[in-house]
């Protein structure tokens, strides 16, 4: 362990931001942008793997179930975009996304209300042939339905956390890399102990992702999070192309959500997930004792090629290893400490929080600076996701 450095221990910072994920460099990069002194620490050397913001591509959407993230998709858009301009780096693709849902549920109907009541361009589908006629090398089954959201994304993620982390440091931002978080020590000034110093911040904001619990716990807060091993496949095209200019496409089976992206993360391969949650790990061992255990997602996900994507092998050819971070209710937590104000924290994004990144950023800021939140908080908070859990038990 290196001597702790006494200059850091001297200055104070506003805000001190815990883990670079895109929550973490999105907080950052806002912090630093209103002109505050802001110190992002990261404990591995960046870009990493190890976490959940990597990889090429993640879905921005309207299509929620909810409002209350639709909501959130004008400035998220927004924000998106001007970090494009500000960075000269293309970030999105606009494919649009199919849902796609059957009559034994009621995704397609909830998505088309959320749509509607946003004033964003959709289209319903109440026949197969629809659905073909906007991916015609998949079948999705005799009684498959479905929305078209017209203005889905696909963004570059590595790309963008890139540009968030190198215009935090452009705005004045420092950005610390291989130093781990050991303790936070709250108080008026709030103390932050690494591996490498100790540094004193008026206000610390908590973006750990799957290590969340690592850090709040010793701190007396405790999210019903759980992290989960999540296996995200490409599977090679026959005919290269065939699934390049298409949609991305949510399916939701009777066994659970399958999302699949165009082939131009790795020309050639379309890329698919399976959201079934069936390896809870610790963040540190994420693939320890994994090897030769079988893999119910990718299993699942060999038969849904097989049976619905007749221009794909069904074989991956490339495996990629991710973590989601869920709550019970599949919520977002962003809530600051009950008793030390100045301590604030997003967790639990729940596989949704790349595209949320923006408006998280925005308002652990506003919590850290002690202002008033642009959305409501309330129900954001641990205590109403509590309540929430609690009622669907
Ligand atoms: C397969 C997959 C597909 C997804 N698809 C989508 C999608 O299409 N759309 C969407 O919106 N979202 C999607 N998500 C979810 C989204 O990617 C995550 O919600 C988001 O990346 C979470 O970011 P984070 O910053 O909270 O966590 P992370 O990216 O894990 O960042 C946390 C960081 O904190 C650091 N850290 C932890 N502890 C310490 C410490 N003690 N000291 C210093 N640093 C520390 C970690 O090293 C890490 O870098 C997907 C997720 C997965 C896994």
């Not at 973006?207 to 290590?211: F, K, L, S």
């Not at 007749?310 to 050819?317: D, K, R, T, V």
């Not at 994004?349 to 929080?353: H, I």
């Given at each position: 362990m290196d001597f702790p450095d006494i200059h850091s221990f001297n200055q104070i910072y506003d805000c001190i931001v815990i883990g670079a994920g895109i929550e973490g460099s999105s907080t950052a990069y806002r912090s630093a942008k209103l002109g505050y002194k802001t110190l992002l620490l990261e404990?591995?050397?960046?870009?990493?793997?190890?976490?959940?913001?990597?990889?090429p591509s993640r879905l921005i959407r309207?299509?929620?179930?909810?409002?209350r993230y639709a909501e959130m998709m004008p400035e998220m858009y927004d924000v998106w975009n001007r970090l494009e301009e500000e960075s000269?780096?293309?970030?999105?693709?606009k494919t649009g996304l199919l849902i796609v849902g059957r009559p034994s549920n009621n995704v397609v109907a909830e998505r088309v209300k959320v749509l509607k009541a946003m004033k964003t361009p959709y289209e319903e589908l109440t026949h197969p042939q629809g659905l073909q006629r906007h991916l015609p090398d998949a079948t999705f089954g005799p009684d498959a339905i479905g929305c078209i959201d017209k203005m889905a994304l696909v963004v570059r993620a590595d790309k963008c956390l890139k540009c968030f982390q190198d215009q935090f440091v452009a705005h004045g931002g420092i950005l610390h890399d291989e130093e781990k978080v050991l303790e936070i020590l709250p108080g008026t000034l709030v103390t932050v102990v690494t591996n490498k110093g100790k540094y004193r911040a008026k206000s610390v904001a908590i973006?750990?992702?799957?290590?969340s619990s690592k850090l709040l716990n010793p701190i007396g807060l405790e999210p019903p999070i759980k992290v989960w091993r999540v296996n995200v496949c490409f599977f090679k095209e026959?005919?290269?192309?065939?699934?390049?200019?298409w949609p991305v496409f949510i399916d939701s089976t009777d066994s659970g959500f399958v999302c699949g992206f165009p082939s131009?993360?790795?020309?050639?391969y379309m890329k698919m997930g399976y959201h079934h949650l069936w390896k809870e790990v610790d963040p540190d061992e994420r693939?320890?004792?994994?090897?030769?255990e079988s893999q119910v997602d990718i299993e699942f996900l060999k038969k849904y090629v097989r049976r619905h994507?007749?221009?794909?092998?069904?074989?991956?050819?490339i495996v990629e290893t991710c973590m989601y971070t869920c709550t019970p209710t599949e919520e977002i937590i962003i809530d600051r400490h009950?008793?030390?104000?100045?301590i604030v924290y997003a967790c639990g994004?729940?596989?949704?929080?790349f595209k949320l990144a923006p408006i998280v950023g925005k308002m652990l800021c506003e919590m850290a600076y002690g202002k008033q939140t642009s959305y409501d908080i309330t129900p954001f908070t641990l205590k109403s996701l509590l309540a929430r859990s609690k009622s669907k038990l």
């Open positions: 404990q591995f050397c960046l870009p990493h793997s190890r976490g959940s913001s990597h990889g309207f299509a929620h179930s909810k409002m000269n780096t293309k970030l999105f693709q973006t750990a992702g799957p290590w026959r005919s290269i192309g065939t699934y390049s200019k131009n993360d790795y020309p050639g693939d320890y004792k994994i090897h030769g994507f007749p221009g794909l092998e069904a074989e991956p050819a009950p008793v030390y104000s100045n994004l729940s596989g949704q929080g």
